[in-house]
DNA sequence: CTGTATCCCAGCGGATACTG
DNA sequence: CAGTATCCGCTGGGATACAG
């Protein structure tokens, strides 16, 4: 098998696996279908992330956002507007005992579900550059284990790579007649 | 305790508990400290999330990848001249039967291990807009079922928001006496 | 303290035309 | 087929100054 193998195969990456209608589709993708890009709309700057990031460590105020985010006030001020117009953080009147009410910014819980993808991003940052001794860490609270993001399926499997598979929706696939629309 | 409670507590959502020295850092993070801004640095950007996703898909080739992207040549020359650099794609040589030898672009290990964070937010966007009928759907091969992003500790155990926690690495924590200038 | 308003610059990304 | 080169508009984001 030296002189026309059609599929070497040698050593390959694991990729998801095409379904159906899915693997025919060309121009599926300008047009938005991929909830991906509905993701990247809303938290695809560097802005959004960290603001995110430092919900989740528990700044609430605005001065601690941009203290701690290292943004200009400007910048802080209008995406903080989007993440509270786009339901991922909401504003709260709260008073501390003797000061005059003030506004705090909390995760909402569409917010807390972005949990998954800063773990992961964090995670891959790390990889990324292989400095593993300087830094900030994510870990559990009771065992100090360090977290990492991974995948699973709504029937509770864990799904590596080459064992996912990607379809589109609605079209009948596994069964036929699976009528839903 | 009724009067002069410090915390309220009613039902303020869940945060990172702030383990030893970080609770108090003030400007440790634009000084890059944390790994989510290495990893917005590589794939922060539009052009270079929908590129991963159809190397996820199994696109290989530039011209497929250009089509199913929407990005302009030009974009995604650069693009993924750089996912290259970052080690994340790897260029490889192959041959169709009679034709003439070209590259593809495959996933490298680093690459592939974006793989939650792309189901990540894709699964976050399809909250996002509940739009839930239409699109494309990532599956677990075997039996079906939609693929989620979930946060786990090393040890194993699932990781809900409430039970993560944060600290500095090197510092002495659960320990002491990681002197570390 | 919590922003808003301006100015200004760098980088993303589309369009088009051109090379191997 | 697989890019590169050029042009150019849009937006992200820093700095500074100002307002409630």
Redesign the interface.
Known sequence: MSD?Q?E?TLD????????GA?ADR?????SG????????E?????SA??LV??????ATRFDELV????LSEAVASGRLKDLVG??LLERRP?RE?GARTRDEY????????????????????????DD????????????????????????G?D?P?D????????EDW?RGAVR?A
């Open positions: 026309a059609p070497p390959r990456p694991a990729v998801l696996e095409r379904k899915f060309d121009a599926w993708i300008a279908w991929c909830r991906l890009e509905s993701a990247l809303v938290v695809g700057t560097r992330m960290v990031r430092e919900v989740f460590y528990g203290r701690r985010t290292g786009h339901g709260y005992p909390v995760l909402t819980d569409l917010g807390s579900r972005l949990f998954p993808v800063v773990v992961g991003l964090m995670a891959w940052g790390e990889d990324l550059r593993h001794h300087s830094g900030v860490q994510l870990v559990h609270r009771d065992c100090g284990a360090a977290l990492e993001a991974t995948v699973r399926c709504t029937a499997h799904v790579l064992e996912g598979a990607v379809r589109l929706k609605d596994a839903r």
